[in-house]
């Protein structure tokens, strides 16, 4: 079992290099916090039950939606994470092979259908899981083949998108261009090839694609462009069911287990944009969740904070509570400067530092701040004063 370690006296994160999971829990503020990939991005009715089952008789009921589409669940013990592990397992929510869990997570755009070429490949891509070189923990993959690309904005390493032309594409994140595939097994096969090119080149240093100076092997040069980003699963209804949105990518087991208890449900699919999609339900208006695309708590990014996270030097809920009134565009609250919610720039970025807040405009947790070591209570007032939270 693993643990991280407090924050520094200056609040800089630790960069830990890797992951936790559910056979690698992560101590933390609130407890052990343990981490679920959903296969293929999807949970049956029946494993979404047991997971809310989880939550409550093993930890604090508090589930989470990361940026990577997993499941997190909190404030385990020592005594109850062995239990938790053996239920987990039992219900096919985690392998009883420990080595899985290090292998690269694999992202899909939420919208894959049975038998298309994001399936297809991802579960090719499952089946020859052991052929992928080891890599660092927090390499990805996303498999990103429909008509357009929708996770672009999503962290992975390699990606598998369309082109305009409608050719499967291997793209390496860092490099606007992709290398085009005949069909999902060479996809496949091509990604595979890139994770041992990866290690082989250096990787084990540079740790991500996007920081990885080695230039592209000859086999897989980079000239074919993506097709333009699609757009994200919008709340409300969407195909056979409704898509719900959950403030802060945070939902307590009893509202999740009410989304799922309708017969009618027969999956829930997991997002990467702290959204599910709950196939089969019908409620237009579920309490507990976010019900309509113009909630301005969708425009928020905020990570855990103080209780939650070690790292953490202030707490991020009551502040992203208070700013949501206000908010026209997207703020990402961080309370360290890791800036676990959201790797890309906003146009408001608030990061904690010893128990106060620096003000970013236009930049992410770590660029550098416009000001400095704000109390929560001066935050809105100099946000306000800026102009900053509206369009
Ligand atoms: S960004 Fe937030 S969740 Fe991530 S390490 Fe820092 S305090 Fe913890």
Redesign the pocket.
């Known amino acids: 079992m693993n643990s991280n370690s407090h924050a520094d006296s200056s609040g800089s994160?630790r960069i830990k290099g890797w992951c936790p999971g559910a056979w690698r829990p992560m101590t933390t503020g609130d407890g052990l916090l343990v981490r679920v990939r959903p296969p293929l991005g999807e949970l049956s009715r029946e494993q979404t039950l047991a997971l809310c089952e989880a939550a409550e008789t093993f930890g604090s009921g508090l589930i989470e939606l990361t940026s990577r589409a997993n499941i997190q669940l909190r404030g385990m013990t020592e005594a109850t994470w062995a239990p938790l592990m053996e239920f987990l397992v039992e219900q096919q929510l985690v392998s009883d092979n420990a080595k899985i869990e290090r292998q690269p997570q694999i992202m899909l755009a939420p919208a894959w259908q049975t038998g298309d070429d994001t399936h297809t490949i991802a579960q090719q891509l499952q089946a020859r899981g052991v052929e992928l070189a080891e890599m660092p923990g927090k390499v990805g993959i996303a498999i990103d083949a429909g008509e357009a690309p929708v996770l672009s904005d999503s962290a992975a390493d390699f990606r598998v998108e369309r082109s305009i032309e409608g050719r499967l594409l291997v793209r390496a994140e860092g490099y606007a261009l992709g290398t085009a595939v005949a069909d999902a097994e060479a996809a496949v096969t091509l990604l595979i090839r890139l994770t041992h090119w990866f290690m082989q080149s250096g990787g084990e240093i540079s740790r991500r694609m996007a920081r990885h100076r080695a230039p592209l092997p000859v086999w897989a040069s980079a000239d074919m462009p993506p097709a333009p980003p699609g757009s994200k699963l919008a709340i409300g209804d969407h195909g056979a069911g409704r898509v719900y949105g959950l403030a802060f990518g945070r939902v307590d087991a009893a509202t999740l287990r009410a989304l799922v208890t309708p017969r009618a449900v027969s999956h829930v699919r997991i997002t990467p944009w702290r959204r599910l999609w709950v196939n089969g339900a019908t409620a237009p208006v579920t309490a507990g969740v976010i019900n309509d695309e113009s909630d301005s708590r969708l425009l928020m990014d905020a990570?855990?904070?103080a209780p939650y996270?070690a790292?953490?030097s202030v707490a991020t809920q009551p502040l992203a509570q208070r700013l949501t009134p206000h908010v026209e565009q997207r703020v990402h609250i961080?309370?360290?400067a890791?800036?676990?919610?959201r790797q890309q720039p906003a146009p408001v970025c608030l990061t904690?530092r010893n128990g106060r807040f620096d003000v970013i405009i236009d930049g992410c947790?770590d660029s550098t701040p416009q000001v400095a070591g704000l109390n929560e209570s001066d935050v809105l007032d100099y946000l306000e004063s800026l102009g900053a939270l509206h369009l």
Do not use: I
Request: charged content about 5%.
């Open positions: 994160p990570c855990p904070g996270c790292q953490a961080s309370a360290c890791k800036g676990c919610a904690g947790a």
